[in-house]
């Protein structure tokens, strides 16, 4: 059974960090790229990052640019999302997904979610 | 970047309709769409890709259709396990993005 299981998540002040981490399980973690996607109630869902399979290609939407980092530990099949110069407006529930697999040839996105983790940015 | 319209933001109908939903893309997207339902307090689930690809496990009563600006996914039946909340995404660049959402509620 594939599983995506995310932490980390809580309160911060603005300007502050949180790294985020999605331990995987139940496929082969290696054969995907992954993903953040994030959401609230006012602006929906929103993609934040991807990653290939081996951390060489890597994208980012663009309020988090220079923020954020995605990365990722093969061999202990988890991605992490490290968050720095938090804004309020970056307060939403995040999702770890698995992002496409190439050797399906990238047809899907985001086939398995994380039930995800709540990061709230407040003063 | 593509904005992704969604219509309605709500539909209201009863077990046994035939409903439709429709996104837009702001620009051609070729086939790169999905489908998601998501119900509350749940992770979203892919329902449809490539815009007319039934993901494994959906049931058979979705369909989706189009191609460039215009998509529709259809739930031929609607079953109460089917009242929720849709989302469109489209991948064809970056930034990917989703649709509005549209719910689906018990008239």
């Known amino acids: 059974e594939v599983r995506l299981v995310e932490s980390g998540g809580g309160l911060v002040q603005p300007g502050e960090s949180l790294r985020l981490s999605c331990a995987a399980s139940?496929?082969?973690?290696?054969?995907?790229?992954m993903g953040w996607v994030r959401q609230t109630p006012e602006k929906g869902l929103q993609w934040v990052a991807n990653?290939?399979?081996?951390?060489?290609?890597?994208n980012y939407v663009d309020s988090v640019k220079g923020r954020f980092a995605i990365s990722r530990d093969n061999a202990g099949s988890s991605l992490y999302l490290q968050m720095n110069s938090l804004r309020v407006e970056d307060t939403a529930i995040y999702y770890c997904?698995?992002?496409?697999?190439?050797?399906?040839?990238?047809?899907?996105?985001?086939?398995?979610w994380g039930q995800g983790t709540l990061v709230t940015v407040s003063s | 970047d593509i904005q992704m319209t969604q219509s309605p933001s709500t539909l209201s109908a009863s077990v046994g309709d035939r409903v439709t939903i429709t996104c837009r893309a702001s620009?051609?997207?070729?086939?790169?769409l999905a489908w998601f339902q998501q119900k509350p307090g749940k992770a979203p689930r892919l329902l449809m890709y490539?815009?007319?690809t039934l993901q494994n496990g959906a049931p058979s009563r979705f369909s989706g259709y189009g191609s460039g600006t215009e998509f529709t996914l259809t739930i031929a039946s609607l079953q109460p396990d089917d009242f929720a909340r849709y989302y469109c995404?489209?991948?064809?660049?970056?930034?990917?993005?989703f649709g509005g959402g549209t719910e689906v509620e018990i008239k």
């Open positions: 990653i290939n399979e081996d951390g060489t290609e890597i």
């Open positions: 620009q051609s997207i070729n086939v790169w």
């Open positions: 995404l489209q991948y064809s660049s970056y930034p990917i993005t």
């Open positions: 139940g496929f082969t973690f290696t054969r995907f790229f």
């Open positions: 490539k815009a007319s």
């Open positions: 997904a698995t992002y496409c697999e190439r050797s399906d040839k990238c047809l899907r996105r985001f086939d398995y």
